[in-house]
């Protein structure tokens, strides 16, 4: 799970929740159903690290100024669930990127870690992994997914000779134009209150792609405006989900957001990768040496004609706070 931003960005504020619980590691909702059972039964005995990636939001926070030549730090965040199959304990890895550059250059390592971190705190390595990639468009797809696919298989196999989990590499697209309505417009039984559709709504026909596993899925209820679904474009499923199963466990998943009591419009993994992609504008160090050897340049460096650093480097998170989910 991944998820690149802007580290500049200023965060936005969100909602309370259960935040006071899930940052110092409790947990407020689960995928659990009565009796203790998963809510989502197609999901495997053994699940592994769910995440996100997303590019940040503008917003109207004023910022330092710019010279010539700036570039904003970038860094990639990849999130991982820890435990199975509550699904509520994530762990973060922020890591610093190059400028604009779309895959993920470190996630080898980061997987590697999380893997290990999972298997310290459940007692076994994940059978399975379910990867969901935010922010890409979609002629990024056969690149992304060939160059990242390759680094989360190295990152397994390093681990231990022949460990290669079943591996499902899903995208999330949420800049789009499409809408959903019911077929017959003022029908109070197929709308919620501020007259969208309603939460849970899947279509999976008709204006998705004809050969492709692929889905458009509203889980949150609408409080003003019009509610946008999101896109789920399945690349790569070696787990052989169903399309209910991995809609079910998706729909499932938007109900655990530690940060909100009600279900929310994207799977949390990606709020998550979100919320640590921001909160790293926070450690960006200046003047710091970039891994490359360069230092970073401020505004009038670069005005004077140099090049900019190709990335700047992030402090290192204390070893008892990468445990808790301290970006929540």
């Keep these: 799970m991944a998820a690149m931003a802007e580290l500049d960005r200023a965060p936005r504020p969100g909602h309370c929740g259960d935040r006071r619980g899930a940052t110092p590691g409790g947990n407020g909702a689960t995928l659990l159903g009565q009796g203790g059972t998963p809510r989502a039964q197609a999901v495997p005995d053994r699940?592994?690290?769910?995440?996100?990636?997303?590019?940040?939001?503008?917003?109207?926070?004023?910022?330092?100024?710019?010279?010539?030549?700036?570039?904003?730090?970038?860094?990639?965040?990849?999130?991982?669930?820890?435990?199975?199959?509550?699904?509520?304990?994530?762990?973060?890895?922020?890591?610093?990127?190059?400028?604009?550059?779309?895959?993920?250059?470190?996630?080898?390592?980061?997987?590697?870690?999380?893997?290990?971190?999972?298997?310290?705190?459940?007692?076994?390595?994940?059978?399975?992994?379910?990867?969901?990639?935010?922010?890409?468009?979609?002629?990024?797809?056969?690149?992304?997914?060939?160059?990242?696919?390759?680094?989360?298989?190295?990152?397994?196999?390093?681990?231990?000779?022949?460990?290669?989990?079943?591996?499902?590499?899903?995208?999330?697209?949420?800049?789009?134009?499409?809408?959903?309505?019911?077929?017959?417009?003022?029908?109070?039984?197929?709308?919620?209150?501020?007259?969208?559709?309603?939460?849970?709504?899947?279509?999976?026909?008709?204006?998705?792609?004809?050969?492709?596993?692929?889905?458009?899925?509203?889980?949150?209820?609408?409080?003003?405006?019009?509610?946008?679904?999101?896109?789920?474009?399945?690349?790569?499923d070696e787990n052989r989900f169903s399309a209910d199963g991995l809609q079910i466990l998706t729909n499932s998943l938007c109900y655990t957001y530690a940060r909100c009591t009600r279900a929310v419009s994207v799977v949390p993994p990606a709020y998550y990768a979100h919320l640590a992609a921001f909160r790293g504008r926070y450690y960006n160090e200046q003047g710091s040496p970039a891994p490359d050897g360069t230092s970073v340049v401020g505004g009038d460096a670069a005005a004077a004609g140099d090049d900019p650093p190709a990335c700047r480097r992030l402090p290192q998170i204390k070893e008892n706070v990468k445990e808790v989910m301290f970006f929540c």
């Design 47 to 236: 699940a592994p690290p769910r995440a996100g990636r997303g590019r940040g939001g503008r917003t109207r926070a004023p910022r330092p100024r710019r010279g010539r030549g700036w570039r904003a730090a970038t860094g990639a965040v990849v999130v991982a669930s820890m435990d199975w199959p509550q699904v509520t304990t994530y762990k973060a890895l922020v890591s610093a990127q190059a400028h604009r550059e779309e895959i993920i250059q470190n996630l080898g390592g980061m997987i590697r870690e999380l893997l290990i971190s999972f298997n310290k705190r459940a007692g076994k390595k994940p059978k399975r992994i379910i990867f969901y990639r935010d922010g890409i468009s979609e002629g990024q797809f056969n690149h992304v997914l060939l160059l990242e696919m390759d680094t989360v298989r190295k990152a397994c196999a390093s681990l231990e000779d022949g460990y290669l989990p079943p591996v499902t590499f899903v995208i999330i697209q949420k800049r789009h134009h499409t809408r959903l309505f019911p077929g017959v417009h003022g029908r109070r039984d197929v709308t919620d209150r501020s007259g969208n559709i309603l939460p849970g709504t899947v279509v999976d026909t008709e204006i998705c792609h004809p050969r492709e596993f692929d889905f458009y899925l509203c889980s949150h209820a609408g409080i003003q405006g019009t509610s946008r679904p999101i896109h789920y474009h399945v690349l790569y």
